[in-house]
């Protein structure tokens, strides 16, 4: 849900921060007030062009920002565009714009583009009126609304995969077949070259290691010998020597414990010592021994390194990458090598993924024709009891021949007003106040199934009155059980609905204008209805009061 807006030197707004709830939310206010300029500053959020002559007199800047919850749904998205998961299903969205620079979003803290925000906006908000930003005017996001209607979704999805493997399977087919003559001949020996370098290097996992390490010690050997032999000096040759300065110890420490017993230990601890230098004397002696300067091993090692280097700067950066590469190689060169076998094992795969999936999308065709019929019936009979009592709406489906993600199919939802019109595609509905309750109904029957979260209705009263109104009032109030609503109102039947009221107003101050947002409880909102319904007599008062009531007798039945 969007939880709380907050926009700075927008228009008539100099600073505004607007709080919802999850449920209704109603947003009244005299003509002029400011009222669209709200539903304007989500749409920046949205990614909408943003025009620099709405910035505030007198700014330099204006921001947009909004914090939207439990919106999990999204993270998939934002690890897509590699953009970090929401913490806690939050997600914060900025947008500023200034006279001089472009503008700049953010989402999460995260700088983005507005293609990121309209991907985003798809997900997140569908706008119902005189807007751009309505997710069911494509054909794409049509047939996804027929899906989910028929129950489609997840045997879609499981085919989209399945069509993106047979995809793949072609592409690779064309590789291979798109290969003339000498074309695949003269790549086939290239692999063997290739693959013959590297093998003839007779390379291992440990090989770069050892390596490294071989040629370090020799590339040193005579720094090692006079630091060996140092250490030999010290330990036996010198004059004295480590293990002669600790054999007189030894002595001293004997006599000591025939002294005091209790000092016994001390001269086993110096027995101990001496073992052990014996032994590192052993050792270094050994080692000096297989470290003789070898200028032919050296020479042979360099070699050795400039070899590993070589394939290194050709087929990976460390020698597990090129045997990796190798292996990749060699597959290409089996199937080169292979090729007739290769391309008539390609085609039989691709024609029987074919056959299946034809199959299936047959089968989506008839599931989607029957539910389809079911689906236009009733959204008409929703029209109707939102006074287009001759209207018609219904869906074409448009079945090819070529396969595609989705199956065989598009669709095209139409819709006539009134009898004897002819229907027209969905998108091209003129009239906004059409639009927004086609849109009421359509969204009202697909409620359960629907995955955008947030629905804005504007002008959706527009010719609208008596029964139609109150119709239109309970369509919103039940999708609102399912979806956070917005809605911009001139209809008292409608306000009185909702479950949250914001009322926009303007004032005066220092001789500046500026739109404010006021929270309408109590007596503020009955008088609110009560305006809307023509003024604040006792007639209208108690007519609003009435209104109230009504739903709040609906919410507690």
């Given at each position: 849900?969007l939880?709380?807006l907050?926009i700075t030197?927008?228009?008539?707004?100099e600073?505004?921060t607007?709080?919802?709830?999850q449920?209704?939310?109603i947003?009244?206010?005299?003509?002029?007030?400011?009222k669209?300029i709200?539903i304007?500053a989500l749409?920046?959020?949205?990614?909408a062009?943003?025009?620099?002559s709405?910035?505030?007199?007198?700014?330099?800047?204006?921001?947009?920002?909004?914090?939207?919850?439990?919106?999990?749904?999204?993270?998939?998205?934002?690890?897509?565009?590699?953009?970090?998961p929401?913490?806690d299903g939050?997600?914060?969205l900025r947008?500023?714009?200034?006279?001089?620079g472009?503008?700049?979003?953010f989402?999460?803290?995260?700088?983005?583009?507005?293609?990121v925000l309209?991907?985003?906006?798809?997900?997140?908000?569908?706008?119902?009126?005189?807007?751009?930003?309505?997710?069911?005017l494509?054909?794409?996001?049509?047939?996804?609304?027929?899906?989910a209607?028929?129950g489609?979704?997840e045997?879609?999805?499981?085919?989209r995969?399945?069509?993106r493997?047979?995809?793949?399977?072609?592409a690779?087919l064309?590789s291979?077949?798109?290969?003339?003559?000498t074309d695949?001949?003269q790549?086939?020996e290239?692999?063997?070259?290739?693959?013959?370098?590297?093998e003839?290097?007779?390379?291992?996992?440990?090989d770069?290691?050892e390596?490294?390490?071989d040629?370090?010690?020799?590339h040193?050997?005579q720094?090692?010998t006079e630091?060996?032999?140092?250490?030999?000096?010290?330990?036996?040759?010198a004059?004295?020597?480590?293990?002669?300065?600790?054999?007189?110890?030894?002595?001293s420490l004997q006599e000591?414990q025939e002294?005091?017993?209790s000092?016994?230990?001390?001269?086993?601890?110096?027995?101990?010592?001496?073992a052990?230098l014996?032994?590192?004397?052993?050792e270094?002696?050994?080692?000096?021994?297989?470290?003789e300067?070898?200028g032919?091993?050296?020479?042979e090692?360099?070699?050795?390194?400039n070899?590993?280097?070589?394939?290194?700067?050709?087929?990976?950066?460390?020698v597990?990458?090129i045997l990796e590469?190798l292996?990749?190689?060699?597959l290409?060169?089996?199937?080169?090598?292979?090729?007739?076998?290769?391309?008539?094992?390609?085609?039989?795969?691709i024609?029987?993924?074919?056959?299946?999936l034809?199959k299936?999308a047959?089968?989506?065709?008839?599931?989607?024709?029957?539910?389809?019929?079911?689906?236009?019936r009733?959204?008409?009979?929703?029209?109707?009891?939102?006074?287009?009592?001759?209207a018609?709406?219904?869906?074409?489906l448009?079945s090819?021949?070529e396969?595609r993600?989705?199956?065989?199919?598009?669709?095209?939802?139409?819709?006539?007003?009134?009898?004897?019109?002819?229907?027209r595609?969905?998108r091209v509905?003129?009239?906004?106040?059409?639009?927004?309750?086609v849109?009421?109904?359509v969204?009202?029957v697909?409620?359960k199934?629907d995955?955008?979260?947030i629905?804005?209705f504007?002008?959706?009263?527009?010719?609208?009155?008596?029964?139609?109104?109150?119709?239109?009032?309970?369509?919103?109030?039940?999708?609102?059980?399912?979806h956070?609503?917005?809605?911009?109102?001139?209809l008292p039947?409608?306000?009185?609905?909702?479950?949250?009221?914001?009322?926009v107003v303007?004032?005066?101050k220092?001789?500046?204008t500026r739109?404010?947002?006021?929270?309408?409880?109590?007596?503020?909102?009955?008088e609110?209805?009560?305006?809307?319904?023509?003024?604040?007599?006792d007639?209208a008062?108690?007519?609003?009061e009435?209104?109230?009531?009504?739903?709040?007798?609906v919410?507690?039945a």
């Amino acid at each position: 849900m969007l939880q709380v807006l907050r926009i700075t030197n927008l228009a008539v707004i100099e600073e505004l921060t607007w709080e919802l709830e999850q449920g209704f939310n109603i947003l009244t206010g005299e003509t002029g007030a400011g009222k669209s300029i709200l539903i304007d500053a989500l749409g920046l959020l949205l990614g909408a062009k943003a025009d620099k002559s709405m910035i505030r007199h007198g700014a330099e800047q204006c921001s947009v920002e909004a914090a939207l919850y439990g919106l999990e749904q999204v993270d998939s998205l934002l690890q897509e565009l590699g953009l970090d998961p929401l913490d806690d299903g939050e997600l914060i969205l900025r947008r500023v714009f200034s006279h001089t620079g472009p503008s700049k979003q953010f989402i999460n803290g995260s700088p983005t583009t507005l293609q990121v925000l309209k991907q985003l906006g798809h997900l997140l908000v569908d706008m119902h009126g005189p807007h751009d930003h309505q997710s069911l005017l494509s054909r794409d996001e049509q047939l996804k609304a027929l899906d989910a209607f028929a129950g489609l979704e997840e045997l879609v999805a499981k085919f989209r995969l399945e069509f993106r493997a047979l995809q793949d399977i072609r592409a690779e087919l064309e590789s291979l077949t798109s290969m003339e003559g000498t074309d695949w001949r003269q790549q086939l020996e290239f692999l063997e070259f290739q693959i013959n370098e590297i093998e003839t290097a007779r390379l291992s996992d440990s090989d770069e290691y050892e390596l490294e390490r071989d040629y370090k010690v020799a590339h040193n050997t005579q720094r090692i010998t006079e630091i060996g032999g140092g250490v030999q000096r010290l330990l036996g040759d010198a004059e004295p020597d480590v293990l002669s300065l600790l054999s007189t110890v030894q002595r001293s420490l004997q006599e000591w414990q025939e002294l005091d017993d209790s000092a016994d230990y001390l001269s086993e601890l110096n027995e101990g010592a001496i073992a052990q230098l014996r032994e590192l004397q052993g050792e270094v002696e050994a080692l000096l021994a297989r470290s003789e300067l070898d200028g032919e091993r050296l020479t042979e090692l360099e070699a050795r390194m400039n070899l590993v280097q070589s394939l290194k700067k050709k087929y990976g950066s460390n020698v597990p990458g090129i045997l990796e590469t190798l292996q990749g190689l060699q597959l290409k060169r089996d199937g080169l090598a292979n090729r007739e076998h290769e391309i008539a094992r390609l085609q039989k795969h691709i024609d029987e993924k074919e056959i299946a999936l034809l199959k299936q999308a047959k089968d989506f065709s008839k599931k989607r024709a029957k539910s389809l019929e079911r689906l236009g019936r009733d959204i008409t009979k929703e029209l109707q009891a939102l006074g287009f009592q001759k209207a018609d709406f219904y869906g074409d489906l448009l079945s090819g021949q070529e396969l595609r993600s989705e199956g065989l199919d598009t669709v095209e939802f139409q819709f006539a007003p009134n009898l004897g019109e002819v229907a027209r595609p969905l998108r091209v509905i003129a009239s906004s106040g059409e639009m927004a309750r086609v849109m009421l109904a359509v969204k009202t029957v697909l409620a359960k199934q629907d995955k955008v979260p947030i629905l804005i209705f504007d002008e959706v009263d527009a010719n609208v009155g008596g029964e139609t109104a109150v119709a239109v009032a309970k369509k919103l109030r039940g999708l609102a059980s399912s979806h956070q609503v917005l809605c911009i109102t001139h209809l008292p039947q409608v306000a009185a609905a909702g479950h949250k009221h914001f009322n926009v107003v303007k004032e005066v101050k220092a001789k500046r204008t500026r739109t404010q947002l006021e929270v309408l409880e109590g007596a503020k909102r009955l008088e609110e209805i009560a305006r809307m319904l023509g003024g604040k007599n006792d007639s209208a008062l108690a007519m609003a009061e009435s209104l109230l009531q009504d739903h709040k007798h609906v919410a507690s039945a």
